[in-house]
């Protein structure tokens, strides 16, 4: 069976730091591209970072790009996202998620699997 499990989230002030973990099992991750997305309050699911397991491309949309860094740890089976300079606007519910492609960038519909989401609150 297998599980992405999302941990980390919580609350904290604008231009603070969190980060998240995703720990993956039941299955091998080759040839799968990890990501992260985030459901903010009435909005669609958007993605926000990808890594390739097998790799290390990884893609960022704009809002993050430079604030945001996606890593991981094969050996622990664990994906990353450390969150600096945090602003309201990234509160959100944050998903891990994983997909059978060669893109770093992943698509919600096409997503395998999907974490719980870990809750982000970025207060002002």
């Known amino acids: 069976q297998v599980q992405l499990v999302e941990s980390g989230g919580g609350s904290v002030q604008a231009g603070g730091s969190l980060r998240l973990s995703c720990l993956a099992s039941?299955?091998?991750?080759?040839?799968?591209?990890l990501g992260w997305f985030r459901q903010r309050p009435g909005k669609e699911r958007e993605f926000v970072a990808g890594?390739?397991?097998?790799?290390?491309?990884?893609y960022y949309i704009d809002s993050v790009q430079g604030r945001f860094t996606i890593s991981k740890d094969n050996a622990k089976n664990t994906m990353f996202l450390q969150m600096t300079s945090l602003a309201p606007e990234d509160t959100a519910i944050y998903y891990c998620?994983?997909?059978?492609?060669?893109?770093?960038?992943?698509?919600?519909?096409?997503?395998?699997?999907w974490g719980q989401g870990t809750q982000v609150t970025v207060s002002s």
């Open positions: 998620a994983a997909d059978q492609t060669f893109s770093s960038r992943l698509s919600w519909p096409h997503v395998d699997y």
């Open positions: 039941g299955r091998s991750f080759n040839g799968f591209t």
């Open positions: 890594i390739r397991w097998s790799g290390t491309n990884t």
